[in-house]
């Protein structure tokens, strides 16, 4: 009898949108779990079209072209990883009749390991990443959710306030400016103590965890919108597409139009530069 054998996950992370955004069409190529953290969308595959308000999780699954409608009235904040399915179970039903949307009761298990995975991924041996996967796709497709929950490394509390506040920041309006002494007024600390602080923790000066931030937020809506670039520069902050394009290309390797063609085309979207350590902004995900 077969088992269940999944990849690793491939292309991660968070993306937020302003109202009204979509997202596709795009071909699938591979599976995607998408969690809708905030905000309601409608999410469509070939033919069918159903209902993914705030808490649920998609499985988008290759076979058709699928298409997101974000919510109209308010922003919508998603996360969401790629994955392969190897092999499954001779007892499961055929993936044609998985369901597309979950939306787990407050107590799940669903959410939890989701957040599990983006918030541990690449801390962990590939076995247990693996596992954490088919682990996710099992309770999805069976419906058997139980409760769960994980815990996380700290940071020194200056370090976890200032994160924190940058995230929401950005969340809230991510073209403002986060100056180096904000940030240190809200870590409360003097902001060269924040910088010893941020490179001993994070690796990064505050600032360039604040342009890192931006970057990924700005790669998230590249390759998950249909907005332009000029537009997504604007969006996150940047003085002027220019400078966006080549701050872009220093932090993956690629210019934003290649990244979108390359994905668009099938490739893997590149990993988020920040995902690792955000620990504090993923827990504080709700369900």
């Excluded at 905000?39 to 469509?44: I, K, L, N, S």
């Amino acid at each position: 009898m077969s088992e269940l054998d999944v990849s690793l996950p491939t292309g991660q992370g968070v993306a937020t949108y302003p109202p009204g955004a979509t997202f596709g069409p795009r071909a699938m190529r591979e599976y995607e779990f998408v969690w809708i953290i905030e905000g309601d969308a409608e999410y469509r595959w070939g033919n069918e079209v159903v209902a993914a308000p705030a808490g649920a999780v998609v499985l988008c699954r290759p076979g058709a072209t699928d298409f997101f409608q974000w919510d109209r009235a308010r922003r919508t904040r998603h996360a969401y990883f790629h994955f392969q399915v190897l092999s499954v179970p001779e007892d499961w039903p055929p993936s044609s009749q998985w369901p597309l949307v979950r939306v787990p009761p407050e107590d799940d298990i669903l959410r939890p390991l989701f957040r599990h995975l983006l918030t541990w991924r690449g801390r962990e041996d590939e076995r247990q990443c693996r596992l954490t996967v088919a682990q996710l796709l099992t309770v999805f497709v069976s419906g058997n959710l139980a409760a769960g929950s994980v815990g996380r490394e700290a940071w020194p509390d200056a370090v976890e306030r200032a994160c924190a506040y940058l995230y929401r920041a950005l969340e809230d309006d991510p073209a403002q400016p986060l100056p180096l002494p904000q940030l240190a007024q809200v870590a409360c600390v003097t902001p060269e103590h924040l910088c010893r602080l941020f490179k001993s923790a994070l690796g990064h000066s505050p600032a360039e965890t604040v342009r890192l931030a931006r970057l990924d937020r700005a790669a998230g809506l590249l390759v998950r919108s249909n907005y332009a670039v000029g537009e997504i520069s604007a969006l996150c902050g940047f003085a002027s597409p220019f400078h966006f394009s080549r701050l872009f290309k220093r932090a993956f390797g690629r210019s934003p139009t290649d990244v979108r063609r390359a994905v668009r085309a099938g490739e893997t979207p590149p990993l988020p530069r920040l995902l690792h350590q955000f620990p504090s902004s993923i827990g504080q995900f709700r369900s």
